[in-house]
């Protein structure tokens, strides 16, 4: 039989060699043949990818982390101590060559493409005997534990530069903030005065603070689908699921296809790389499944799907939602704001919450200069209906605990501030991990805040900010009252609806979301 | 300059533990000024010997360390026909490699540790260590087997 090793030690310089030395000793004797990986000091010859192949097994004889162990991925492993392969050579290759008979007699036991046993695994949340409705709920909590971190730092980091921006720059200073700064050279000429904050950072000058708080929270924002997406992949098909999870979420995102259209890539992604690293493959290819036909195709496939398919009819809704929004200006205002309401809570940033938002902000723009008119009454009403969702969550999660998991109650304390900052996407670990209960929750809070803006007849001169902008805001303890308002009926809609509902997801998996927080924030 | 000399030979090491026969040997490469501080060195080998210790089966122990103190890769030699417990399962160790490696060095200086550590493993050259008549005979055998293969 044909083996491949590694072998390593602390210092790197003694027993990685003695220990490569002992299994080409046992291997010779036993009348195989070994190619041994020596990762010790005196720099390491990588296994040519040919040679790990063709390998029948792998032994890990080691006293430090085998170096880029991907590379091993789907061969039948032996893991020993680099004194082993000193003291019992022949030990370990007879260990190798009854893996490497048994991975012949039953092919499908270890799937090209999974993990070798014992790697350094990320945690996921799937039992294995749960119910169908389980798995989903539990693929879908895997994905949103792992992003949640990148809500909470880029949420937090957004607003507060949104709250530097208004001690710095004033009651405009929020808007400023996001439109003046960037993190590339700006256009040549600069009609607008873009500062390039990556090359002419002034410490100085709060502002600038201010800026780069939310151009490294926008970065952070980016990666939420792609999280969300590659880690609910990552729980149906395990490591292979990742790439194409990650690669169609940044599609969604890309396309504006938010968090629901996450949740689809990291299905797609997931189911099609776990059919494809099932594959029965001939055992010459089976070596470059896990680093070149698992990630090509699945990454093909998701992409594909997410592009194609998704792309047109995602856009035809967007244009007719569009239509259909301008076509509704002159009717009942307080319907408006309730529509509105409504389809800024339903994806939470995602394509239906987009037509609401760039429909206000439009307005905004043409409505520039003047004050009391339509359009900036429709401002606030979006920017209410955004805020609850956040803000309702973080309230159900403060009075009723034990309806969320461990990750969720940790999200709930970051969402008070995204809410209040009107970063709706603050809901959306919430909404990923169990959307039949909590978007329509928020979408009754919001119809209500968006509603009852129109009601008390509150302006807004500012497309974005929360409350960091309360005083572009008219009548703004009445707006806080209907963003109150609006907030207390989601956080009661989620509180009756996940307390009326089938077993919620963190009963039976209290004891895996500890592990697993502990793993995220590790 | 070569690995070993004849002054980094120890043919009869009697001490009364691994500590003091490390120390002897260390010595050695101090005198020789391969080694330049010799407290330091040997806390480097303590340190690494304390991570696991470093005697291994057949008799023989390796104390090494990788440390800013070493000028050159070396090796320091004993023969402790009592022998010396260096944690081993199996016994006592009677051949005891001091390896001693700079703490930077090009691969190509490490190059060389790595060849001795291979040539530990094979019996003949143990036995070949073991029946060396002389200093000089163990400078010949190591420059034969593992500086100039």
Known sequence: MKFVGVTSCPTGIAHTYMAAEGLEQAARAAGHTIEVETQGSAGFEKLSPESIAAADAVIFAVGVPVRERARFAGKPTIDADVKKAISDGPGLIARAVAAAEAEAANPTAAPAGSPAPGAAALATKVEQQASTGAHIRQWLMTGVSYMIPFVAAGGIMIALGFMLAQFFGGKNGPIVVTKLYSLIPPPDPNPTHIVNIAANFNPGDGMHWAALLFLVGAASFAFLVPILAGFIAFAIADRPGLTPGIVGGALAFTIGAGFLGGIAAGFIGGFTALWISRWKVPKGVRGIMPVVVIPLLSVLFTGFMMVVVLGRPLKALTDGLTSWLNGLTGTNLVVLGVILGLMMAFDLGGPVNKVAYTFATTGLVAAAGTTGSTNLKVMAAVMAAGMTPPLGLALATTIRRRLFSEPERENGQAAWLLGASFITEGAIPFAAADPLRVIPSCMAGSAVAGGLVMVFGNTLLAPHGGIWVLPLIGNPLLFLLAVAIGAVITAAAVIALKAAGPGPVKTDLDIAEAESAQVVTA | ?149
């Open chain 2, 1 to 149: 300059m070569a690995l070993i000399t004849e002054n980094l030979v120890v043919l009869n090491l009697d001490s009364a533990d691994r500590h003091a026969a490390t120390r002897v040997l260390a010595q050695a490469l101090a005198d020789e000024g391969r080694v330049t501080d010799l407290d330091g060195f040997i806390a480097d080998v303590r340190k690494r010997e304390e991570q696991m210790a470093t005697g291994l089966p057949g008799g023989i122990g390796i104390p090494h360390a990788r440390s800013a103190y070493v000028t050159e890769p070396s090796l320091a030699f004993g023969r402790a026909p009592q022998g010396i417990d260096w944690g081993a399962e199996d016994g006592p160790a009677t051949l005891i490699f001091l390896i001693a490696a700079p703490e930077g060095g090009g691969d190509d200086h490490l190059k060389i540790l790595a060849s001795l550590a291979r040539r530990l493993m094979r019996t003949e050259f143990r036995e070949s260590l073991m029946n060396a008549p002389d200093a000089a005979g163990v400078v010949d055998v190591v420059t034969r087997e593992v500086v100039n293969p």
